[in-house]
């Protein structure tokens, strides 16, 4: 029986795990490196030990290291979470070499799904549908390229040792395959140590659709339905849902079964998922599967009322599974959205920063929250971007798709860029709404998700509220007589206002410095640069939230004086107004050596140019990466390279100078 679980991963699945290995009466042993030391999965464990620097190779990738502090803590088993060790073969055959049980699959198993092209090969034998493609292995470049030819664009290279969207290409014509390929390659021995891929048609439209399986070490075997993970950026998954929508009963049924048969066919046990492909006319292709807990397994869990890690680790005790196919069933529907540090609007580049502000929404049976993080937390450069995973659930679809509205509306983060407003902008969309969903969802509605939201007059109005409690707290306005301990203008102090005052507020926003006057009165300001004038009682709920009678209604919105700048969040949008005089250019808009600075904190993987080279518009300059994913840094113009300030394996801070760089003449 297991009693003592260490937790070979950090963040918000340490924190799940944790959560219900103490349900479960286990004690937990959490591990971290130097940067994580004051992690919340290192606060809620029984235990803690740190394992070494914040590189993964040298912390959570430290296969040796981990197995060395189980021992010392009398650990019985290890769960990996996602990520890192969690499809490692040889850290689950060093985990059994050592007596210590690993909760998930056999090494067996882990390595031949993580082969990808052995994985097609062992479905094919289960008759399992597999996407047309090339999984041979001639890897020579002029053999992949006739493959690539006979198989038809547009197609994917794909490599056969990982998954995560890294070593993946999208190959549109014969012309561009040789250089994706050798990307591609490149990208896949950095990222797992082997630069092997293979090719598969390209299914365009398509949906991800995934059946949650689940096995035991007594050959059974049952699915736990199904989810769309077809919103995607990078080949990464942003949004899930289950069940996926618009799929007949019949087809559902047959996906489970398929994904039962491909498990049993590896003679899998644990927690498991295989991954489908479905085009348009409902055929379903494998694509591969996960021998882990997958990221989205919270909606699994809230539509089937199973705790999928306490499925796990009585798998992993020899128990049977708790459920039989006959005993599970889908009620309601969950989606959930992953709230990640990025900007959506320069490709979703990974961002970094201090929290110094993180505000989600309550839990309640409806409505999950799985963080790693707390406010004043710093998201580094050395792991994932996710700061959360916002989960709710509702009766239908059209429900629930409401409901993660509301809630993205009552999620407040500052300190760095994050994804919410672009998360509340799919959710809105009507493409969302009707379920027309494919892996191109982002690119196809592409214009639904500019960064150009106009400026509503209740944001203005929350803004220039904020303004007068600051001025106020600064002692700039002198108080009232109002008694209301929720006005903006209370005070215990003797000073009193005896008339009214015009004030005015300029902000820069969206490149435009705009100015507003208005005028104090007792509770209540007046706003004269509207298209009338319009009066607002703002009263504060807390020091974040604020309610406003504004027109007649009475709206919230949630605002934060910070650093000479005002942010107002509203109806699931963020808006930045950056305080300042009328005529002053922004901060924002000073000059800088665009686009040759480095966006983020990263390391530099590649270089593809030297001092004096004359390049081309478009040309690759060099590869940054950080939290996994990889930055190109391109030529916007012709010119001639002068100096190369950073080598191969050089870390950023953003805002370097990466090279000197001078524009070709027109003349």
């Not at 409690?469 to 700039?476: A, P, T, Y």
Request: aromatic fraction near 8%.
């Amino acid at each position: 029986m297991i009693k003592k679980i260490l937790i070979a991963n950090r963040g918000e699945i340490a924190c799940r795990i944790i959560k219900t290995a103490k349900k479960m009466a286990i004690e937990t042993v959490a591990i971290f490196s130097e940067a994580d030391k004051n992690a919340l999965h290192v606060k809620l464990a029984h235990h803690a030990v740190c394992i070494g620097p914040p590189p993964s190779q040298q912390s959570y990738l430290n296969r040796h290291t981990i197995i060395t502090v189980a021992k010392e803590h009398g650990a019985d088993a290890i769960h990996p979470g996602y990520g890192f060790l969690a499809e490692d073969s040889e850290f689950s055959a060093l985990c059994s070499k050592n007596n210590i049980i690993f909760i998930g699959p056999n090494a067996a198993c882990i390595k031949s799904m993580g082969d990808k092209s052995l994985a097609k090969q062992l479905m094919q034998k289960a008759q399992v549908p597999t996407i047309p493609g090339y999984q041979g292995e001639n890897q020579a470049e002029k053999a992949l390229q006739k493959e690539a030819d006979a198989i038809g664009y547009p197609l994917l290279i794909k490599a056969t040792a990982g998954g995560g969207g890294k070593g993946m290409r999208l190959v549109k014509d014969s012309e561009a395959f040789l250089n994706a390929l050798q990307e591609a390659k490149q990208e896949a021995l950095a990222s797992f140590g082997d630069d092997h891929v293979l090719l598969e048609k390209y299914l365009s439209p398509a949906r991800h659709i995934e059946v949650q399986i689940f096995a035991d070490q007594h050959g059974n075997a049952v699915y736990l339905f199904d989810r769309d993970c077809s919103i995607q950026r990078r080949h990464q998954k942003m949004i899930e849902e289950a069940p996926a929508p618009l799929l007949s009963n019949e087809l559902r049924q047959k996906m489970g079964e398929t994904a039962v048969r491909a498990a049993l066919a590896i003679s899998y046990s644990g927690a498991g998922t295989i991954e489908f492909l479905l085009d348009t006319q409902q055929n379903f292709y494998f694509m591969e599967m996960n021998t882990r807990l997958q990221v989205e397994h919270p909606v699994t869990e809230m539509i089937t009322h199973q705790d999928l890690v306490e499925w796990q680790i009585k798998v992993a005790n020899g128990e049977p599974l708790p459920r039989r196919q006959q005993e599970l069933s889908a009620h309601g529907h969950a989606i959930e959205a992953r709230i990640c540090a990025e900007n959506p609007y320069k490709d979703f580049i990974p961002a970094t920063g201090k929290l110094s502000l993180l505000h989600f929404p309550e839990e309640e049976a409806s409505v999950r929250i799985d963080s790693g993080v707390i406010q004043n937390d710093i998201i580094s450069p050395y792991y994932d971007s996710m700061i959360a995973k916002l989960i709710v659930w509702a009766e239908t679809r059209e429900q629930a798709i409401q409901k993660m509205t509301e809630q993205l509306e009552k999620t407040y983060i500052m300190g760095v860029e994050t994804n919410v407003t672009f998360l509340s902008m799919i959710f809105h969309s009507e493409s969302f709404k009707k379920a027309a969903l494919s892996t191109e969802f982002i690119k196809n509605n592409a214009q639904l998700f500019q960064n150009e939201n106009p400026l509503p007059e209740i944001v203005v109005a929350a803004a220039i509220a904020a303004e007068c409690r600051w001025r106020h707290q600064q002692g700039l306005i002198l108080s009232t007589h109002s008694q209301d301990v929720s006005s903006p203008w209370f005070t215990r102090d003797g000073w009193r206002l005896n008339a009214t005052t015009q004030q005015s507020i300029s902000f820069w926003y969206q490149q435009q410095n705009v100015t507003y006057h208005f005028q104090l009165h007792e509770n209540n300001i007046v706003i004269h640069d509207f298209t009338r004038p319009i009066r607002i009682e703002p009263k504060w709920l807390d020091e974040l939230q604020l309610s406003l009678e504004f027109n007649g209604e009475i709206m919230h919105a949630a605002v934060m004086h910070h650093a000479q700048s005002i942010f107002v969040f509203y109806s699931g949008i963020l808006y930045p107004l950056q305080l300042s005089s009328p005529n002053k250019t922004p901060m924002t808009q000073q000059a800088q050596p665009f686009p040759f600075i480095a966006p983020m904190p990263s390391t530099v993987i590649e270089i593809n140019i030297a001092n004096g080279q004359t390049v081309a518009a478009g040309e690759k300059i060099m590869v940054l990466e950080a939290m996994k994913m990889r930055h190109i840094v391109s030529a916007p113009t012709a010119g001639v390279v002068k100096e190369v300030y950073f080598k191969k394996g050089d870390l950023l801070n953003e805002g370097d100078i990466l090279i000197s760089f001078e524009e070709q003449s027109s003349t």
